[in-house]
């Protein structure tokens, strides 16, 4: 099975853009990076939980601030 989330804000998901950066003069990719993961760990504990996923075998994979 393949599951491809989209985090919150982005395309047509719903609600706003959960990660907030910052400023260019001083980014916070930690705060931003974290809000991403909770996005992500949300989508693996719904799909773990679904009698078709074997949750012992989940593979994640990405790109920038979702991978």
């Known amino acids: 099975m393949v599951v491809v989330p989209v985090r919150r804000g982005y ?3 719903d ?5 907030d950066y910052g400023s260019c003069e001083g980014p ?11 996005d992500i760990q949300g ?7 679904e009698p078709y996923v074997d ?9 920038s601030a979702g991978g």
């Open 28 to 38: 916070n990719f930690h705060s931003a990076g974290l809000s991403s993961a909770n």
């Open 15 to 19: 609600g706003p853009v959960q990660e």
């Open 43 to 49: 989508v693996l504990g719904q799909m773990a939980r």
């Open 11 to 13: 395309g047509k998901s």
């Open 55 to 63: 949750a012992q075998r989940i593979v994640v994979v990405g790109q």
